[in-house]
């Protein structure tokens, strides 16, 4: 049997440069640790694989919910001649048993450089549409989405505070995309499903309208005169509807002539004014009118002809700018 190595030999004087007995019991612990290092990280990744399976399935289970809505939010607004939703798609959704009034907010989108960014289409605007849900106010909305608008519909009582860090977000979003914000519209409270496809309307005729008037957003109560237009084609063939002879206007040739009419108009038909907005004398502007009774005839300014003008000169406008 080997002799035993005395223990002054193992361990030395302190001090000596040899192993110590507390550097042994140090290097002992050490393996325990190393052995349980080993065993926390294979733990912790067992952790960290569990927890991200069930942030899959959340998302998943997510994405089914707002595809339900989106799926529903879809039929109630559906065209007046589309059947009512199943009840089935209805199911118990307590924003529909209208014991508040409901409207509907519309935003549509358009990409900021044509060609350019994430093409705008059902499945991109699904995609905005899941990223932002968390923005809205939560039981007291019903979110879905077209191929390039995203529509909320939200209890009337929710203030429009309530609604701004969700318009904030769907911005961010769309940016992201390389797309932006092209007018937003409410429509009226409603008490019925009815009711509510008809505030569907409404909502994406007011944003179509805000964007053309370059506002950034609008109700259907602040649409004024431009209501007029509602249901109406926005087309030449309306233009000459509403003042036959208005069409000629628009000849590259007459642009003058429009834009002083235009201002004639703002003015009241205050001539003074109407120059200084035009930055022209008003003699210059006199001989556009009389250059615009020759285009138009002589009545142009009577009556019913000068209403259907202006009525036309401003579907122009909105025709022009969307």
């Known amino acids: 049997m080997a002799d035993r190595q005395p223990a002054s030999d193992r361990f030395g004087p302190s001090g000596c440069g040899k192993t110590t007995s507390l550097q042994i019991v140090r290097e002992g612990l050490g393996e325990q640790e190393r052995g349980g290092d080993v065993d926390d990280i294979a733990a912790a990744a067992g952790t960290a694989s569990a927890i991200a399976e069930l942030l899959h399935q959340q998302s998943q289970s ?3 919910v707002l595809d339900r809505e ?3 939010v879809s039929a109630l607004l559906a065209p007046p ?3 009512t939703p199943p009840a089935e798609l ?3 959704e307590p924003l529909l048993r209208f014991t508040e009034p409901a409207s509907v907010l519309t935003m549509r989108l358009a990409p900021i450089d044509a060609g350019g960014g994430e093409a705008i289409d059902a499945r991109a605007m699904r995609g905005a549409a899941q990223e932002v849900a968390y923005a809205r106010p939560l039981g007291r909305s019903l979110l879905g989405h077209g191929n390039d608008t995203i529509h909320l519909i939200v209890s009337a009582e929710v203030h429009a505070d309530r609604l701004r860090p969700f318009r904030h977000a769907l ?7 390389g797309w932006m914000l092209q007018g937003t519209g409410t429509g009226g409270a409603a008490a019925t499903v009815d009711e509510l496809r008809r505030s569907g309307m409404q909502s994406s005729y007011a944003a179509t309208v805000a964007h053309a008037r370059n506002i950034e957003q609008l109700s259907w109560n602040e649409l004024g005169a431009d209501l007029v237009f509602y249901g109406l084609p926005w087309t030449m063939e309306t233009l000459e509807i509403l003042f036959p002879g208005a069409s000629r206007l628009f000849d590259a ?5 429009r834009e002083s009419l235009d201002a004639y108009f703002d003015c009241g038909g205050d001539t003074r004014r109407a120059a200084a907005q035009l930055a022209v004398h008003r003699t210059t502007l006199y001989y556009r009118l009389d250059r615009a009774q020759q285009l138009l005839g002589e009545d ?3 009556g019913e002809r000068r209403a259907g003008l202006q009525l036309a000169l401003r579907l122009a406008m909105l025709i022009r700018n969307t």
């Not at 040739?253 to 002539?257: A, C, V």
Request: without cysteine; aromatic residues 4%; proline residues 0%.
């Open 70 to 72: 989106s799926q529903l």
């Open 62 to 64: 997510t994405a089914t």
């Open 300 to 302: 142009w300014a009577q």
């Open 171 to 177: 911005a961010q979003a769309a940016r992201r995309r």
């Open 253 to 257: 040739d007459n642009t003058l002539i």
């Open 90 to 92: 209805l199911g118990d």
């Open 81 to 83: 001649h589309e059947s």
